[in-house]
């Protein structure tokens, strides 16, 4: 587990209630993290790859059979979640948000409840 996912999931301060969205979840290392803290809140990822949706939805089976988790391939630029919106969105790693800031911000900013909060990390992969 990378420290840089458990110190970014911690810093969100969870709660079994939060209703979250992450955009880009690759393997779905946080989504387990997240998971674990959630009760009667729910996790729904997007990730613009098949591939690494299968792999997070596998990953993260026990939390998808419990009707905790949620994946969904989708671009966050083509994103229709209708109605829902979350407490805590969040994005690590996602070029958007280093290239296109402003438009990634506003992209993802949209699901979020009025009072809910974004949290982005953008940084190399090294
Ligand atoms: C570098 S990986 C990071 C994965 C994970 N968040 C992490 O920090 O380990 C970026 C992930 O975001 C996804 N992604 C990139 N651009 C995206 C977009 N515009 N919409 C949805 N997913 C995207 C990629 O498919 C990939 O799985």
Redesign the pocket.
């Known amino acids: 587990m990378?420290d840089?996912?458990e110190s970014?999931v911690a810093s969100m301060a969870i709660q079994p209630g939060d209703r979250v969205l992450?955009?880009?979840?690759?393997?779905g290392?946080?989504a387990t993290l997240v998971c674990q803290k959630l009760n009667t809140g729910r996790y729904v990822a997007?990730?613009?790859?098949l591939k690494?949706i299968a792999a997070a939805e596998k990953r993260n089976r026990a939390f998808v059979a419990a009707g905790i988790a949620r994946f969904l391939q989708?671009?966050?630029?083509?994103?229709d979640l209708g109605e829902e919106r979350f407490d805590k969105v969040f994005?690590?790693?996602?070029?958007?948000f280093h290239d296109q800031p402003e438009l990634?911000h506003k992209l993802a900013e949209r699901w979020l409840t009025a009072d809910g909060a974004l949290f982005v990390?953008y940084d190399e992969?090294t």
């Not at 994005?91 to 958007?96: E, P, S």
């Open positions: 990378p840089r996912i970014f992450e955009i880009g979840c690759g393997h290392i946080a997007v990730d613009r790859s690494m989708s671009t966050l630029e083509h994103l994005a690590m790693r996602v070029r958007l990634a990390q992969p």
